[in-house]
Antibody, heavy 120, light 107 residues
Framework: QVQLQESGPGLVKPSQTLSLTCSVS??????????WSWIRQHPGKGLEWIGY???????YYSPSLKSRVAISVDTSKNHLFLRLSSVTAADTAVYYC????????????WGQGTMVTVSS | DIQMTQSPSSLSASVGDRVTITCRAS??????LNWYLQKPGKAPKLLIY???SLQSGVPSRFSGSGSGTDFTLTISSLQPEDFATYYC?????????FGQGTRLEIK
């Protein structure tokens, strides 16, 4: 059973960089066919796709965040990372890591989510 | 980007009711449409993938249909645990976009 767990600071100051780690267990992050994703949810709002990194290392980002976001992996540790630079209060949200199983299969595995607040 | 529009935004229903939620894409997405259920404070849960395929372990009272731009999620007989927020998501292209959600409340 694949499990994902987000970790990182719960509070980030404006203009700084938000950095989160997703620890993946129960399956290798380097196995082909999966897209390791970050999705966020502003308080009381809907789901916003941030981007993903494919099993081959290719990255795809939301156009609205593309200039500030970077997703990477450490296959030796089975970790997924999110970096979001120049944050503002508008980046306050619950951040989820997830495994996208491709066009047909959807997103079955999600982390529990981690709340990040941007405030001075 | 492909825009996903759900209707209604909120819905009140009773246990035992049959409920339908619709999702419309701004362009054809074939059958690359997924449905999720989310309860407060929890991560979303995949219910339906590829428009009509029931995710393993999901009760058969949930069903999905549609192709192209118009899709529906139907719950045949509402149970107390079904009161939650439902999201559609297209997986036809990136960025993967979600509908705005449909909040299903107890009448």
């Amino acid at each position: 059973q694949v499990q994902l767990q987000e970790s990182g600071p719960g509070l980030v100051k404006p203009s700084q960089t938000l950095s989160l780690t997703c620890s993946v267990s129960g399956g290798s992050i380097s196995i082909g066919g999966y897209y390791w994703s970050w999705i966020r949810q502003h308080p009381g709002k809907g789901l916003e796709w941030i981007g993903y990194i494919s099993y081959s290392g290719s990255t795809y980002y939301s156009p609205s965040l593309k200039s500030r976001v970077a997703i990477s992996v450490d296959t030796s540790k089975n970790h997924l990372f999110l970096r979001l630079s120049s944050v503002t209060a508008a980046d306050t949200a619950v951040y989820y890591c997830a495994r996208d199983d491709g066009m047909v299969r959807g997103v079955k595995y999600w982390g529990q989510g981690t709340m990040v607040t941007v405030s001075s | 980007d492909i825009q996903m529009t759900q209707s209604p935004s909120s819905l009140s229903a009773s246990v035992g009711d049959r409920v339908t939620i619709t999702c419309r894409a701004s362009q054809s997405i074939s059958r690359y449409l997924n449905w999720y259920l989310q309860k407060p404070g929890k991560a979303p849960k995949l219910l339906i993938y590829f428009a009509s395929s029931l995710q393993s372990g999901v009760p058969s009272r949930f069903s999905g249909s549609g192709s192209g731009t118009d899709f529906t999620l139907t719950i045949s007989s509402l149970q107390p645990e079904d009161f939650a927020t439902y999201y559609c998501q297209q997986s036809y292209s990136t960025p993967r976009t979600f509908g705005q959600g449909t909040r299903l409340e107890i009448k």
